[in-house]
């Protein structure tokens, strides 16, 4: 086969993954979360989901950061979101052909694997961090395979990378942590060329942290304190992890049977794909230990992504005519066969139902209202991002950059709810205030236990509202009726509503998170 004749292929095999992807794209109401909070920072509220108060609501600072700056380009938080997917999408299945696939039918294979997985096209888009996972992943290998070809060369860029990916997901450092510890080691000879490398990658997690802990008054996202305080037991959440196994293996086998195929090639290849089989091993564990998620493959892509580079190498690369026949029809019969195979699923897809184990098709959920080509051309028009009346909002501009002067006394906007959060509030824009009952976007509540319920759902853990605590978000003021509860929520109130730099509320700070067994006293 040409050269040029390849080209012409592999350029096919971008547009159809391409063509895949437009036709799929959509929003998640998660995502929905992080869109209000991009609108409020690009608007000038400060980086907070609700203007009067300083809290982070999202996973993901980097990817934050991205859609705000794509936001402040484009001028619509929509079109950055989906630009902004749709490319590092591409890009990082162009490095995955481009660099991993040595011959046409190897890069056939794995685009057809790559658009079979329900998982992987779902989450290629939907406005979540996963697209810059993927590309930050892929990138880490290259980088750590090249290590191997010029030790000398992209020591410092491996680890920088390997700390942008914990910006963009925490919990992503255990797919590639025994890479790096294996890098680390490989390069321990020059200890002071290694030791600058770290000091340099660290930087962006420092500098992130220590933001995080003067602006927010946490060193991490409220979503992790409301997710650690759920009082769900151990032993349940272990069972739930397997439930979300299991439903991926009826809903979307190809992406486990790929992820399985991965672990196997990998435990038997080289030094890199051993390490990458073992960060995969260790985050499948951790998926199981937190019970999964309610969105139905959302934690598997990335190891799904990572198995595909073990794949590519380890066995397309080497497949001849009829083993690669056979893996065609393997992957036919795993992706084609499942109940909603990508290519099949048109504009008028749909699938609305929460299944028993309390488990979601989320873009079936979502599609209709938020998919790029499905929703009312109106759904994605520029949001009017106005709090209204001029008292209102010069009170409410005061209390989210943390001044003092803040006197006036109003009744504030106030909804509650959990679920559909992230749609709902931005329709509604910057003047009112959610509370949000799962704790997600609300400092107390995520450090409350949750309301035990034998018939939890996973990602929903409500909680119960204070008595009092209402009329305090609503005028302003700690109304909490339990006097303990009530000296605590001060404290939160002073880290996320007063004065940015005042001496009161750095001590408090600095109580709550190195010292909060003081705070009971």
Not at 30 to 39: K, M, S, Y
Request: glycine fraction near 6%; proline fraction near 4%; charge should be positive.
């Amino acid at each position: 086969m040409n050269l040029s004749l390849q080209t012409f292929i592999r350029f096919g095999c971008y547009f159809y993954f391409l063509v895949i992807l437009v036709k799929t794209a959509w929003i998640s109401d998660d995502a929905a979360i992080t869109l209000r909070t991009v609108l409020n920072f690009t608007h000038g509220f400060g980086p907070t989901f609700n203007v009067d108060e300083r809290v982070q609501a999202y996973t993901h600072p980097l990817w934050f950061l991205l859609l705000s700056l794509g936001t402040l380009i484009f001028k619509n938080v929509y079109v950055s979101t989906f630009v902004l997917s749709l490319l590092a999408s591409i890009a990082s299945v162009g490095l995955l052909l481009g660099k991993f696939t040595k011959n046409i039918p190897a890069a056939i294979l794995m685009l057809l694997a790559l658009t079979l997985s329900k998982a992987f096209i779902d989450f290629s888009t939907s406005g979540l961090e996963n697209p810059l996972s993927h590309l930050l992943s892929i990138t880490i290998i290259l980088l750590a395979i090249r290590l191997e070809e010029a030790p000398e060369k992209n020591l410092t860029l491996f680890f920088l990378c390997c700390s942008l990916l914990y910006l963009n997901r925490a919990d992503l450092i255990l797919v590639i942590l025994p890479l790096a510890m294996l890098v680390l080691i490989q390069n321990l000879k020059d200890k002071k060329r290694l030791m600058k490398s770290l000091l340099i990658a660290v930087i962006p997690i420092i500098a992130w942290t220590g933001f995080s802990l003067y602006y927010y008054g946490f060193m991490f996202p409220n979503t992790a304190y409301a997710k650690l305080g759920t009082g769900i037991p151990q032993s349940e959440l272990f069972v739930q992890g397997f439930r979300y196994i299991l439903h991926s293996l009826d809903r979307d086998p190809l992406t486990l049977f790929w992820i399985a195929l991965g672990l196997l090639l990998g435990a038997r290849g080289s030094a890199i794909h051993k390490a990458l089989a073992a960060g995969i091993g260790l985050y499948i564990v951790y998926i199981i230990s937190v019970g999964g998620d309610f969105m139905e493959g959302r934690f598997f892509t990335v190891p799904f992504f990572v198995a595909s580079v073990m794949i590519a190498k380890a066995l397309l690369n080497r497949l001849d005519k009829e083993y690669t026949a056979y893996m065609t029809v393997a992957l036919l019969a795993f992706g084609i066969f499942s109940l909603q195979p990508n290519i099949f699923s048109g504009f008028d897809y749909s699938h609305v139902k929460i299944y028993n184990d309390g488990i979601a098709d989320e873009r079936g959920f979502y599609s209709q209202g938020y998919g790029l080509l499905a929703a009312p051309k109106s759904t994605f028009a520029r949001p009017e991002w106005t709090i209204g009346d001029d008292r209102y909002q010069a009170e409410m501009i005061c209390r989210s950059l943390g001044r003092e002067s803040c006197t006036l006394q109003f009744s504030a906007k106030v909804k509650v709810r959990c679920g559909f959060l992230g749609f709902f509030s931005v329709h509604d824009g910057p003047g009112t205030h959610y509370i949000d009952t799962c704790a997600l976007a609300d400092p107390l509540l995520a450090r409350l236990p949750a309301k035990y319920d034998p018939n939890w759902r996973i990602g929903h853990f409500h909680r119960e509202l204070p008595a009092g605590y209402l009329e305090s978000i609503k005028f302003n003021d700690n109304r909490i009726q339990d006097p303990k509860l009530r000296a605590y929520y001060e404290v939160i109130r002073t880290i996320t509503r007063g004065s940015l730099n005042s001496r009161e509320r750095i001590m408090q700070i600095l109580k709550i998170n190195f010292m909060p067994s003081s705070l009971l006293k």
